[in-house]
């Protein structure tokens, strides 16, 4: 296959590059939101479903509810690019999004506190934190893309995701050790009310960095509607088939990976602090191999790493239902954070590179909805499998297989070699 032109196009942050010292406090205050963004998510998402169990919701309610209201959010946030055409401000968006969002978590703590919540309660609030972090992203995304030059991209953000990772994973085995000491004091509920109200004031906490990170100021015409007419062709046969493969390899991954807490602590009857060691494996792996994967991307390139990436989530959660050992799910585990590093960072890469700045916004709102309409209809094939196989031994370790199945035929989506398509905004 013959390697593409190189394309002569100036990227955008080349005419808008800041000052260095400009560049350095903008680094600086990017970080240190990730870093409070990701000890909220620590503390909160891994726990959705351990929340639905612990509230006397069922094995598939706990499945669903880590997918069914993300696909919600991931619709509500459609409208994200006209509301951020008509604020202008991706920093004042994604500021807004940050508030509710906290919000949204400390609703779920007073449910936990009280020691019930509907079911529909539960999913809209979920669906609400999932609402703002996706309404955020195609803000942040076109945010960091006018800020940051596309040459220190791969480095700063492999460096930015091993911290991210690490304190994600801290957050993670604080949260657990708190539900393991509910759980052995008999207040399992208000432990959970802990660690949401948490990481809701840690998402608070990242409200100042935001601020003292520079604004870019959007007209209009820098956040283009999308040419509906012309996206099956892209989609399919364009500049956009890597958006495609991406979602679709999110809905090959939910088919298997909700169902994994349920197995885990239910199935094996698996206690809380071993739960949480399996869920922080995954985190521990990525941040240990983010230096290997940026260094790779920089020698062989986004694509093969996003190839070898999905291969290697594909072998993981086929190997999980052949032991049952601590040791073993560990082990599996570290296979997949060791693949899913590659498949982020490499996809996150390609993204910046290969969307016109003019449509990035749109794109990304569209994505998110792809993303998560994937996410939604792979859970619901998961839980029909589960539902229809019932009490069999062997049901979980069916549904793995199948997920396994699925992520590898993804790959015959993955696009060719993408080119980059970013164009500087006159």
Not at 68 to 93: C, E
Not at 116 to 138: D, E, R
Not at 158 to 169: E, G
Request: with cysteine.
């Amino acid at each position: 296959m013959n390697e593409p032109a190189p394309d002569v196009t100036p990227d955008v942050t080349s005419e808008l590059a800041p000052t260095h010292g400009t560049l350095r406090r903008d680094l600086r205050a990017c970080t240190g939101d990730g870093a409070t963004y990701c000890l909220m998510v620590g503390a909160s998402e891994g726990y959705f479903s351990a929340l639905v169990l612990a509230l006397g919701k069922s094995n598939i309610l706990g499945g669903l509810s880590a997918t069914i209201p993300m696909l919600i959010g991931s619709l509500v946030q459609l409208a994200s690019p006209a509301g951020l055409r008509r604020l202008g401000s991706p920093r004042r968006w994604v500021q807004g999004c940050a508030t509710v969002q906290s919000m949204a978590l400390l609703t779920l703590a007073a449910g936990a506190w009280m020691g019930s919540m509907p079911t529909w309660l539960i999913f809209a609030s979920i669906a609400v934190y999932w609402s703002c972090a996706l309404g955020a992203g195609p803000a942040w995304s076109t945010w960091v893309a006018r800020l940051f030059p596309e040459r220190i991209r791969a480095r700063y953000f492999a460096s930015r995701s091993r911290l991210c990772n690490v304190l994600q994973l801290a957050s993670m085995l604080a949260a657990g050790w708190i539900l393991s000491l509910g759980e052995r004091g008999s207040w399992p509920l208000l432990a959970f009310a802990v660690i949401m109200a948490s990481a809701a004031m840690c998402r608070l906490s990242s409200i100042p960095y935001l601020q003292r990170q520079g604004d870019v100021r959007l007209t209009p015409a820098d956040i283009e509607p999308i040419d509906w007419r012309s996206l099956p062709r892209r989609l399919f046969k364009g500049d956009l088939r890597l958006l495609l493969f991406l979602a679709c390899l999110q809905g090959a991954l939910q088919t298997g990976g909700p169902f994994i807490t349920p197995w885990l602590l239910n199935s094996l009857h698996m206690d809380k602090w071993r739960f949480t060691m399996c869920m922080a494996m995954i985190f521990v792996s990525k941040s240990l191999a983010l230096p290997l994967v940026g260094r790779l991307i920089r020698r062989m390139g986004p694509y093969r790493v996003l190839t070898i990436g999905t291969l290697g989530t594909a072998v993981a959660i086929a190997m999980l239902p052949f032991d049952t050992s601590l040791g073993w799910i560990l082990f599996v585990q570290a296979t997949f954070g060791v693949s899913i590093a590659g498949v982020e960072l490499a996809g996150f890469l390609l993204q910046l590179e290969t969307l016109g700045h003019r449509e990035r916004t749109s794109l990304m709102s569209m994505y998110w909805a792809m993303n998560s309409s994937a996410t939604a209809v792979g859970s619901l094939l998961g839980a029909g499998m589960l539902k229809a196989l019932g009490d069999w031994p062997h049901a979980y370790a069916t549904v793995f297989i199948a997920s396994a199945v699925l992520r590898a035929v993804v790959l015959m989506l993955r696009p060719a070699r993408p080119r980059v398509q970013a164009i500087a905004v006159s």
